[in-house]
T-cell receptor, first 113, second 112 residues
């Protein structure tokens, strides 16, 4: 089946640094999503992207839908301790109730003070 | 509070037992999902129901049987539990299969 690979797998950064992570697919997706999972909780949607080349921001987070439709990128500026968690990309093919989300392998972010 | 809730939060049981996990959402959504997250944090969909009708059924052993008594509830029954079933199971819901899926807090299942 489809697989989404995220890199890096994990990262340690200092508070205040900018963070970049990406997600690549072997297949084309029509929608790209970025979720964050805090320890002991379920994932929460951060950003949704609907068009190739689209760049969307949500506060300190910026995500891009790759031109090839096979990748997406997430940047976090000026990281803070509450940014700690696992970031998942997710791709979706056609719209509709029968269309499932395929999640990436996750990027674990840890912030040092 | 409006949310997706799951019970129990933790479930420890012996191999071979049968167990159920319950999920309820009060967000007014019509689509609900079960996901399995393994020890490497890989999140994979198992089932999806829309208006009580099964619409996504991934390659899951038939020991797993979902049931949706109404739009607000989706339960998961697992027969003859195996060691490999140990994982965190997440319930989620959305409106008409929308991209934003709201996840519950998860049920950590440990099979001994």
């Amino acid at each position: 089946g489809q697989q989404l690979n995220q890199s890096p797998q994990s990262m340690f950064i200092q508070e205040g640094e900018d963070v970049s992570m990406n997600c690549t697919s072997s297949s084309i997706f029509n929608t790209w999503l970025w979720y964050k999972q805090d320890p002991g909780e379920g994932p929460v949607l951060l950003i949704a992207l609907y068009k190739a080349g689209e760049l969307t921001s949500n506060g300190r987070l910026t995500a891009q839908f790759g031109i090839t439709r096979k990748d997406s990128f997430l940047n976090i500026s000026a990281s803070i301790p509450s940014d700690v968690g696992i970031y998942f990309c997710a791709g979706r093919g056609a719209a509709g109730t029968a269309s499932k989300l395929t999640f990436g392998t996750g990027t674990r972010l840890q912030v040092t003070l | 509070d409006t949310a997706v809730s799951q019970t129990p939060k933790y479930l420890v049981t012996q191999m071979g037992n049968d167990k159920s996990i319950k999920c309820e959402q009060n967000l007014g959504h019509d689509t609900m999902y079960w996901y399995k997250q393994d020890s490497k944090k890989f999140l994979k969909i198992m089932f999806s129901y829309n208006n009580k009708e099964l619409i996504i059924n991934e390659t899951v052993p038939n020991r797993f049987s979902p049931k949706s008594p109404d739009k607000a509830h989706l339960n998961l029954h697992i027969n003859s539990l195996e060691l490999g079933d140990s994982a965190v199971y997440f319930c989620a819901s959305s409106y008409q299969g929308a991209n934003e899926q709201f996840f519950g807090p998860g049920t950590r299942l440990t099979v001994l």
